[in-house]
Structures are given as C-alpha cells and as structure tokens.
C-alpha cells in the first residue's frame, strides 16, 4: 500500500465532541498523526462509549490539566512540533489560557490554528451557545423543510458533519499553499459553522426565488402553456389570474423537488423505497408505462403538467406500490430499468449494501459491520474480518509514551500524576 498523503504531519486536537474530532478522525485516515488532548474530566462524548470509539480509535491520547501552569507547559511543549492545532472552544477561551494566536505563533511559527466554532469569534452573537438545530433554524434549512410546527432539525447533525470537511479542507488548502510556496508561515483557520449551513442553503434557495418577480413569470409561464397543453388549460379556468400568481409562489415557496409526484418516499408491501425521478423524462416514461395502468396514463405529460396533477399522480404511485414486493421493485425497475429506484435501508442494512462491499468500504468487527470514511485506505486483499472487539480509548492512555517522546522523564511524569497535572493512564 502506498504511503498515506498525510504521512509525517502532526495534528494537535485539543477539540471535543463532533466536528473537530470527526475533522481529525478524516486527517487520520489521510495519514496524519493525531494527539488529542482531553481535559481532566475527559471528552463529555466519552458519555457515550460507542461513538466516542468510532471518532477516536487510532488517535493518541493525553489527559492534561490545562487550569494548571504545569498542564500549559506540556501543552506548549507539544505545540512546538506539532503541525496543526485544532480547537473547538467558545471565542475567548484560548486568549484566556494565554494561546492566543500570537502566542501560538510565537511558540510555532509554521503552525496552523484550526478554530471550529458555532457563530464565529466576533459578532453580537459570538457567545451565544448553539447546537445543530439551532444552526438549522438559523441557516434557514428548517424552513426548506416546512413551515408548520410539527418540522424537525434533520437527524443527520449536519452542521457538525459540514463544518468538519469545509475545515479539513481548510487544513488540506492550507498544506497545499505552504509547499507551492516552498515555506511555512503560522496561519489562523476559522470555521463558522452557521457561516458554511447558511451558504449552502443559499446555493439550493437560489434555484426557487420566493419573489414576487418570479412569481409573475411563473404565472404567466402557466397562462401561455394553457393555450397547448389540456391540463394547464383547465387550471387556468379555475383559477384567476391573481391566484396563478398566488399558486406560483406556493410552487416557489414548497421548493422544487416537494412539488414532483416522482420524487419522494414510497411505502411498498413489506419496507419503504425512494424514488428520485426529477426532470428526466424518459425515466418517468419508462416508470409510469412498466407500473402500468392507470399510472401508465400520465405516461406523456411532460414536468410542467405532472407538477400540477402532482398530487394526483402521487396518489396513484402510492396505491399502486403499497401492493408490491420490495424486491421485485428493485428487480424490475433497479436492475433492469435501471431507475433512481432505491431501497430505504437501516443504518445497519446501509453498511450491508453489496456496493459498499465491492467498494471495500466495510469493515468487520466482532461481526459488527462499519462503513470506512472516504480517505481510508483499505488494499482489496486486506483481511476485513477482525473478531477482536475494540475498547474504548481509555482517558490518558498515551500519557506516559507521548511525554516521554517531548523530552519529560519519568520522575516528572510521576510528579505531574501525583499533582493532576496528567490525569488517567
């Protein structure tokens, strides 16, 4: 197997929870080498073994004092060569302990700083305490989802997971500036994580403008495509031309891929599947004409006339897949079709899928199976079966070889144990 592109690089992890350790677990599987730093108390995601496990495992690890001048020194003599520093604090808090960026680069000029936080560090909401659905709320992914109340954040914490991979990209620009230029210079990373859900609400909002503007071209779009096409046509005998508009920005505001009877979750006799036909014509063709009749009936309309006998058409989809099996779906329209036709799977089923496993991206342990990340490298020939249960990294299992390696004996290694200046193994 060739050598890792991260190879020889030190990340220094002083963060907790998800998106810096989730960040450094991805630079991990690129090569690098991550100490992660816990306070005496340990990662509160330690409270939950199994995800503390899957994040961690392969990190090294050292419990510090950091309250303690003692705890700051090993610290500081860690970020002398250390390569990265990853952080996840509240704005202030590393100014507080005397690490702040002049400082850092003061103790390693070639340092990057890596700051992962929920507003940013300036700002009239810098110290406001936020979690993933407050981000969601924010950013305005909520609203994408619904108006009324019963709308839930997405179970998927993904302003977590998005800040880690806009900072490991970050991280991987930053690496990339330092070698065209032939010379390391300290830099400050931030990451905002309402910043990074906020853009990419934008870029998907942009495709359904909620303006009155648009909404007056849509309408109009309607009134003309009445003159040809039947069903338009008796739309636009129903409704005035004050309520095309209004039914324009409906259409606008419930988002694009909401108003296609052809994209959605499916009930089916014995599971759920999804269908993610969007503007293909000719896979809707095939779709409708294959279910068969009355499906089959709408097999010619074009987008425009299937989003307004959406729900129509929805129904019929729905009746006439509740009375099938899932796999004969699969068979029919999947592997033979081949239609964006695809089975809702459990978490566990998802790590089953035989593409995964093709792919060699599944891992056996104690025959629990889990999904690599997309930088882990695994050979095809490696042996993906380990019947060894992994344990939990254990609070301060690196202490003693890590301060060994910086230079500390292990008289002063057993003094900063008696003082809890190191905590754990």
């Not at 992660?36 to 073994?49: A, H, M, N, W």
């Not at 419990?63 to 003692?70: D, G, R």
């Not at 959406?310 to 989809?317: A, F, S, T, Y």
């Not at 029919?332 to 081949?338: D, H, I, L, W």
Request: aromatic share 8%.
């Amino acid at each position: 197997m060739s050598e890792k592109p991260l190879a020889g690089k030190t990340i220094l992890d002083l963060s907790q929870n998800l998106p810096g350790p989730y960040c450094s677990h991805l630079l991990l599987d690129m090569g690098a080498r991550v100490i992660k730093v816990e306070p005496p108390k340990g990662d509160p995601s330690r409270q939950i073994e199994d995800f503390f496990q899957v994040l961690n495992t392969g990190k090294e690890l050292v419990a510090l004092n950091l309250k303690s001048p003692e705890g700051l020194r090993i610290l500081k003599s860690l970020i002398v060569k250390a390569d990265v520093l990853l952080e996840t604090f509240r704005p202030g808090v590393m100014e507080k302990l005397g690490l702040g960026f002049k400082e850092l680069e003061t103790i390693n000029p070639h340092l990057l700083v890596v700051s992962i936080n929920g507003l940013g560090s300036v700002g009239p909401l810098r110290n406001l305490p936020v979690h993933d659905i407050n981000l969601q709320a924010m950013s305005g992914v909520l609203q994408l989802k619904g108006a009324g109340d019963n709308v839930l954040a997405n179970p998927l914490p993904i302003a977590d997971f998005s800040a880690a991979y806009v900072a490991l990209a970050q991280i991987l620009a930053a690496f990339y500036q330092q070698s065209q230029r032939g010379q390391k210079k300290a830099q400050k990373i931030e990451v905002n994580m309402l910043e990074g859900l906020a853009h990419m609400t934008n870029i998907w909002d942009q495709s359904t403008p909620i303006s009155d503007d648009a909404a007056q071209k849509i309408s109009l779009f309607l009134k003309n495509k009445a003159k040809t096409h039947i069903p338009m046509f008796f739309l636009s005998q129903i409704f005035s031309e004050k309520n095309l508009k209004k039914l324009a920005k409906y259409f606008l505001s419930a988002g694009v891929l909401s108003l296609l009877p052809h994209y959605g979750i499916f009930r089916v006799k014995n599971g759920r599947i999804a269908l993610g036909i969007v503007d293909e014509d000719n896979f809707w063709r095939e779709f409708s004409q294959k279910l068969g009749a009355p499906l089959s009936f709408f097999s010619s309309f074009k987008l425009g006339g299937r989003v307004l006998l959406g729900p129509l058409i929805k129904l019929v989809i729905k009746g006439m897949l509740r009375r099938r099996d899932i796999q004969q779906i699969l068979n029919q329209f999947q592997n033979k079709s081949q239609l964006p036709i695809t089975k809702v799977n459990t978490v566990a089923e998802a790590a089953a899928e035989a593409q995964l496993k093709f792919l060699n991206r599944v891992r056996f342990t104690s025959g629990k199976a889990s999904v690599l990340s997309p930088f882990a490298q695994q050979d095809q020939t490696e042996v993906t079966q380990n019947n060894s249960p992994l344990k939990v990294p254990s609070l301060g299992q690196d202490n003693e070889r890590i301060l060994s390696e910086f230079g500390y004996s292990k008289v002063q290694i057993d003094e900063f144990r008696q003082n809890m200046v190191v905590l754990g193994a």
